[in-house]
């Protein structure tokens, strides 16, 4: 269930797998940030994405773990 370029981005809502984010910055954390800052995505992650949907949301926690573990 990733997203679709043809539809709008919920930036609370992981454009791999369609679940929570747990984006800080759309939570209006009160650090401002979100949990990703400090975090490394290696690059083949974010080719994954349609092109039109890269840097619209925050990719969860789950899909970076699955991701790294391969």
């Not at 269930?1 to 369609?18: V, Y």
């Not at 975090?39 to 039109?52: Q, S, V, Y």
């Not at 619209?56 to 790294?68: G, M, S, V």
Request: aromatic share 4%; glycine share 14%.
């Amino acid at each position: 269930m990733g997203a679709d370029s043809g539809k709008a981005i919920d930036a609370g809502r992981c454009p791999l797998c369609g679940g929570g984010n747990g984006c800080g910055s759309v939570a209006k954390a009160s650090t401002g940030s979100c949990w990703c800052v400090d975090e490394k995505f290696p690059p083949t992650l974010f080719e994954l994405l349609p092109e039109g949907t890269r840097n619209q949301a925050c990719i969860c926690q789950a899909c970076l773990k699955a991701h790294t573990a391969e």
